[in-house]
């Protein structure tokens, strides 16, 4: 044992001396967990630090050089060689197979994907969307079809939907006389009914006249003689045949459902198809709010 | 071998950046080069979809709109499909924006028509109550600049090899006879559009702003490549 020693433990019994002096003096209550642990730290610090200053004051009083030196020098200093450490070399080892991996699975393969993580997020969503409005009532419904239509709806068809003063269809009725006349005149193959197409001039003249005239006005009073004709798609109400064809008399379900999903393109102009938009339950609950505009 | 390195400080520097570069490339240029191809069926804009897109630079429409769609649901639900990079391929410059004081613009094509557009440019809060968009009615009057359109489409066919047809080539003669094929598509547009002044001008054989205007945000959406795509 030699005076450095000495010297350090003496150091040390007065460091770890003077923390139990705070310590005591301060009335720490040592009981709390918190405070014994500072204090077993705090002197674990000072036999540590005296430790380790000893052996590297001792190790540079009693070294001397040896080994090998290396080819290079720069002005005069050299170079052991020195063999890797092993940890070191185990650790580069390791680096090696991790970039091998990296390279060809973690990279490719494995990669972080926004567009994944966006699909996920979508299908979760949808998934609990879809059963939490199962079986949704007609208030939520009204209620979920008054804000589809406020954010994709109301740009074209008025915050109201009564079309802005003829810019789009009005949800207030069903179709002007003008609409009727425009559709017989033309036929119409675009919304993807079982019935499929509806040919041109089904009726022409006076009967066309009438049948407008009488589809218009709400299908009121005396069915003309020459609806007969649309009767036989339509149905003799005119209410589509169960969604087979267009209902004429109101916006049912289907309708509405084939119209966001095919677009139109009418007397008034074109409707774009909202297919990639909307989702079925979506669908229904603006057909709900619809119906409600026109009652 | 690398005690030599050791020696040679500049080869040593040139054999770090050699490591360093050989890794971005691996990890960059594959993607970079698989982005900035253009999405499958993809068409290059009309000449005069182009001179709407310059109506749209000149009167700073990204000022307020963006044109970039994130992969984020909020967005997707309002706006459609989220945007590739492919699809930006033939926009010399990309339009993105980075102010959404209007909506998002990248699909307009696809929930908007021409006559919804030709309201909404003459008076906005006709169509979007509460709208604080002005309202752009000098471009039912101002004439495209449907020359300067065709050159440009010229000059990305002879520089970046856009595949615009054998009939958009350099010089007068090309563009004389290249300028009744503007003219009917403008003419389709305005065919759908009410205003009596851009109907009577381009049969008149005019191009009003509004008409390239329109032209450039019908195209914009899926229609640009979905009809090409192989099934």
Redesign the interface.
């Known amino acids: 044992m030699n005076a450095l020693m000495i010297k350090g433990l003496l150091f040390a019994a007065v460091l770890i001396g003077a923390t139990i002096f705070v310590v005591e003096s301060m009335h720490i209550d040592l009981s709390d967990p918190i405070n014994l642990i500072t204090m077993i730290g705090a002197i674990a610090i000072a036999v540590l630090t005296v430790g380790v200053s000893i052996k590297y004051i001792n190790q540079m009083k009693t070294d001397t050089a040896s080994g090998e030196l ?3 020098n720069w002005d005069g200093i050299g170079e052991y060689k020195n063999e890797l450490p092993s940890g070191w070399a185990y650790s580069f080892l390791g680096t090696i197979i991790w970039a091998l991996w990296y ?1 060809t699975m973690g ?1 490719p393969v494995n990669a972080f994907s ?2 994944g ?2 699909n996920a ?2 299908k979760t ?1 949808n998934q609990k969307f879809e059963e939490m409005h199962k079986n949704a009532d007609k208030a939520t419904l009204q209620q979920m079809g008054e804000s589809i239509f406020l ?2 709806c109301a ?2 068809h ?2 109201t939907g009564d079309g ?1 003063s003829g ?1 789009a269809q009005d949800f207030g009725s069903r179709m002007t006389k003008e609409q009727v006349l425009y559709t017989i005149k033309h036929g119409s193959n675009q919304l993807g009914f079982q019935m499929g197409a509806m040919p041109p001039m089904m009726a022409q003249g006076k009967d066309a006249e009438e049948i407008a005239a009488w589809i218009a006005g709400g299908m009121k009073g005396k069915q003309p003689a020459a609806f007969a004709t649309c009767a036989s798609c339509h149905g003799p109400d005119g209410k589509g045949m169960n969604g087979m064809a267009p209902d004429l008399a109101g916006y049912n379900e289907t309708l509405v459902k084939h119209v966001l999903d095919h677009g139109k393109t009418g007397e008034i ?4 198809s ?1 297919k ?2 909307l989702t079925p339950i979506q669908d229904k609950a603006l057909a709900v709010y619809i119906q409600s505009l026109s009652n | 071998m690398f005690h030599w390195l050791e020696k040679n400080p500049f080869f040593f520097a040139v054999g770090v950046f050699l490591v360093i570069a050989f890794a971005g490339l691996v990890e960059i240029l594959p993607n970079f080069a698989e982005a900035s191809r253009p999405v499958v069926g993809l068409k290059p804009y009309t000449v005069l979809q182009l001179a709407g897109k310059n109506v749209y630079m000149k009167d700073q429409c990204i000022a307020c709109h963006s044109q970039l769609i994130r992969p984020f649901k909020a967005e997707t639900d309002r706006y459609g499909q989220y945007s590739l990079s492919g699809e930006y391929a033939y926009d010399r410059p990309f339009l993105w924006g980075s102010k959404r004081t209007g909506p998002d613009l990248h699909r307009v094509g696809n929930y908007r028509t021409t006559e919804w557009h030709e309201n909404h440019m003459w008076d906005p809060t006709s169509v979007v109550p509460g709208s604080i968009m002005p309202a752009y009615k000098h471009m039912f009057s101002n004439a495209a600049d449907i020359a300067t359109a065709y050159a440009e489409a010229v000059t990305v066919k002879n520089v970046f090899h856009t595949p615009y047809g054998d009939d958009i080539k350099a010089g007068k003669k090309a563009w004389e006879a290249y300028r009744p094929k503007v003219l009917a598509e403008a003419k389709k547009i305005a065919a759908n559009m009410k205003n009596k002044d851009v109907k009577d001008a381009v049969n008149a054989g005019k191009v009003p702003e509004i008409v390239a205007l329109i032209a450039y945000l019908n195209s914009l959406g899926s229609s640009r490549y979905e009809a090409n795509k192989v099934k």
């Open positions: 290396t080819d290079e390279w990279y926004q567009i993580q966006y997020e979508v969503y954010v994709q740009s074209c008025g915050v802005l810019k102009g074109r409707m774009p909202f990639t938009m």
